[in-house]
C-alpha cells in the first residue's frame, strides 16, 4: 500500500470523497479492479519511486498518474510491511476467487460431500484473506485463526446441513420451496461471518479500540496522529457495522444470481440443461462486478462519533486531551 512508503507529505486517502455515497462506491470499484493483477514487478517499483517523489517534494502536483499509481500499489502490498500480499488474497482477486467458489455453494442439488467441500473452501479463502491482510503490529494469532476458522466451518456446515433437511420438509408451494432451498447457502455464509466476526474482534469490544480526535479550524479540519481516548463503544460500533457489512457484501451475489437462475430453469433454461452452469457463472460474474462496490460503499472505512457518545472513562480521556463533548473522534471501522 502507498501507505508503507515513508515520506514527509500525505497522500490524500482517495480521490473521491469518502464521506459520500457515491464517493465510497467509486473508490470501492478502484479497490476491486482486477486490472491491478497484471502489474508486472518493474511497473510496482516505478508507481513506487512516483510516491515516493510526491511524499518528499513539497512541490509535486497531485498527477493522474501519481493517482493511478497509489490504486495500484493499494490493491498490490500491504500497508504495514510493503510487500506484496498473496495474489488470491487481494481484494482486486475477489471477482475472480468468489466466483469459483460462489458457484460452487450454489450449484443445485449439491449432495452432502459437495455441501461439506465448499462450505471449508469458503471458510478457507476467508482465514487466508484474513491472515494475509492482518494488521502486522497486532496480527491474530494462529489459535485466533484457528478457532475462528473452526467455529467458521462449524457455523457454516451445520447451517446448511440443518436448512438442507428442514426446507424439504416445509409446507409450501414447489416452488417457494425450491426459492428458499437456492438461499440456504446464503444462510450458511452469513452465519459464519458473523460468527467469524465475533470471535476474531470479540477482544476489542471487550478491551477498546483507539479513537482519534478531529480539530476543527475554520473550514479545515484534521486528525490527530495519537490516540484520543480507548473505546470500547467505538469498538461495538465497529464491530457492529462490520458484521452488517458481511451480510450487506454477500447478499446480492448468493441472493440475485440463485434467484434469477431458478425463474431461468424453469423457462429458458428448462430445455437447455447444459447451459445451466456457465450460465450461474455469467451471473454471479455480473453481479459481483456491479454489486459488490456498492456493497462496500454503504459504510465508511473510518467512522466518526461525538466524544459526548463515548462511555465515560474514554470521554475523559478525549477531554483530558483538549476535546469537548461537541467535538468529533474518528476511528478505523475495520473488515
Not at 493483477?37 to 517523489?53: G, M
Not at 473452501?121 to 482465514?127: E, G, H, P, R, Y
Amino acid at each position: 500500500m502507498s501507505a508503507s512508503i515513508p515520506g514527509p507529505r500525505d497522500l490524500p486517502p482517495s480521490q473521491y470523497d469518502l464521506t459520500t455515497y457515491p464517493g465510497r462506491v467509486a473508490h470501492a470499484a478502484n479497490l476491486c479492479d482486477p486490472r491491478t493483477l497484471f502489474t508486472s514487478d518493474s511497473k510496482l517499483k516505478y508507481y513506487a519511486t512516483l510516491i515516493s517523489q510526491y511524499k518528499n517534494t513539497p512541490t509535486a502536483p497531485l498527477t493522474p498518474e501519481v493517482w493511478t499509481a497509489k490504486k495500484t500499489l493499494d490493491a498490490t502490498l500491504h500497508p504495514d510491511t510493503g510487500e506484496k500480499v498473496l495474489l488470491p488474497c487481494r481484494m482486486s482477486s475477489f471477482i475472480f476467487t468468489n466466483l469459483i467458489i460462489t458457484a460452487g455453494m450454489l450449484q443445485p442439488n449439491l449432495g452432502t460431500r459437495g455441501v461439506l467441500f465448499w462450505q471449508v473452501a469458503n471458510q478457507t479463502l476467508n482465514v487466508a484473506v484474513n491472515a494475509a491482510n492482518a494488521n502486522k503490529s497486532s496480527p491474530p494469532s494462529w489459535a485466533e485463526l484457528g478457532g475462528s476458522y473452526v467455529l467458521a466451518v462449524g457455523a457454516s456446515c451445520g447451517v446448511a446441513f440443518g436448512l438442507g433437511k428442514v426446507v424439504p420438509r416445509l409446507k409450501v408451494r414447489p416452488n417457494v420451496k425450491m426459492v428458499l432451498g437456492r438461499l440456504v447457502p446464503f444462510a450458511a455464509v452469513i452465519s459464519a461471518g458473523l460468527v467469524n466476526v465475533g470471535v476474531m474482534r470479540f477482544g476489542e469490544i471487550r478491551d477498546g479500540i483507539n479513537v482519534f480526535g478531529v480539530r476543527r479550524k475554520g473550514d479545515s479540519e484534521s486528525v490527530d496522529k495519537e490516540p484520543s481516548a480507548v473505546s470500547r463503544v467505538a469498538a461495538a460500533w465497529a464491530v457492529g457495522e462490520t458484521a452488517a457489512s458481511r451480510v450487506i457484501n454477500a447478499a446480492p451475489i448468493m441472493v440475485i444470481p440463485p434467484l434469477v437462475l431458478v425463474r431461468l430453469q424453469s423457462g429458458w433454461l428448462k430445455q437447455r440443461p447444459r447451459l445451466v452452469l456457465p450460465v450461474n457463472l455469467g451471473l454471479i460474474f455480473a453481479t459481483s462486478v456491479v454489486a459488490l462496490p456498492l456493497a462496500l460503499g454503504v459504510f465508511p472505512q473510518r467512522e466518526r462519533m461525538a466524544v459526548s457518545s463515548l462511555e465515560g472513562a474514554a470521554r475523559e480521556q478525549a477531554l483530558s486531551k483538549g476535546l469537548n463533548d461537541n467535538d468529533l473522534v474518528e476511528f478505523n471501522r475495520g473488515i
